[in-house]
Antibody
Framework: QVQLQESGPGLVKPSETLSLSCTVS????????WSWIRQPAGKGLEWIGR???????NYNPSLKSRVTMSVDTTKNQFSLKLTSVTAADTAVYYCARGIASVAGLYDYYYMDVWGKGTTVTVSS | SYELAQPPSVSVSPGQTARITCSGDRLGDKYAFWYQQKPGQSPVVVIYQDTKRPSGIPERFSGSNSGNTATLTISGTQAMDEADYYCQAWDSITVVFGGGTKLTVL
């Protein structure tokens, strides 16, 4: 079955760039959308964005100016870069597989398989 | 921007029915999704497309969505159902999450 594993530094200095990767196993990254979601300790979920195999992206408007996602089909990985980080970016970061479709009159998107998450702390 | 509102907490006695609501402008015109998250774990989808249960999710979980409110119903709630629950919708090109509801099984 499909599995996702986040990787990257657990500590990032303020004003620097947070970089994470998600390795997908058991499924081709060419077949679905892929998302990043984060969750500060004790708080709710925040969607960061999604990417498709073509490289097409959609980002959360509140983070759009600082976010870049990319996909590497040769490694079956996708990545997240978040620039100019502050303490407010400290969170558990999840990668997830996204299902996008249309049913009836409505299109939809949700995340059906999630990684275990990786904690990123922004601190000097 | 689109917003989804959930009650911060819901309490239920074991064996009783728990209902968790999610409110948003004309939410019934979108599909609602529900995730369960237990402490230290990743979220798990328990309801998708308003009413559908993924394989492996117990039948006691059900969902509905009409008007401005989607509802997650857990019938015969068990202690293992104690968790945080998040609703989610797709608004144009953005995922929107509700703030989450902590379900306590007393």
């Amino acid at each position: 079955q499909v599995q996702l594993q986040e990787s990257g530094p657990g500590l990032v200095k303020p004003s620097e760039t947070l970089s994470l990767s998600c390795t997908v196993s058991g499924e081709s990254i060419r077949s679905y959308y892929w998302s990043w979601i984060r969750q500060p300790a004790g708080k709710g979920l925040e969607w960061i964005g999604r990417i498709y195999k073509s490289g097409s992206t959609n980002y959360n408007p509140s983070l759009k100016s600082r976010v870049t996602m990319s996909v590497d089909t040769t490694k079956n990985q996708f990545s997240l870069k978040l620039t100019s980080v502050t303490a407010a970016d400290t969170a558990v970061y999840y990668c997830a597989r996204g299902i996008a479709s249309v049913a009836g009159l409505y299109d939809y998107y949700y995340m059906d398989v999630w990684g275990k998450g990786t904690t990123v702390t922004v601190s000097s | 921007s689109y917003e989804l509102a959930q009650p911060p907490s819901v309490s239920v006695s074991p064996g009783q029915t728990a209902r968790i609501t999610c409110s948003g402008d004309r939410l019934g015109d979108k599909y609602a999704f529900w995730y369960q998250q237990k402490p230290g774990q990743s979220p798990v989808v328990v309801i998708y497309q308003d009413t559908k249960r993924p394989s492996g999710i117990p039948e006691r979980f059900s969902g509905s969505n009409s008007g401005n409110t989607a509802t997650l119903t857990i019938s015969g709630t068990q202690a293992m159902d104690e968790a945080d629950y998040y609703c989610q919708a797709w608004d144009s090109i953005t995922v929107v999450f509700g703030g989450g509801t902590k379900l306590t099984v007393l």
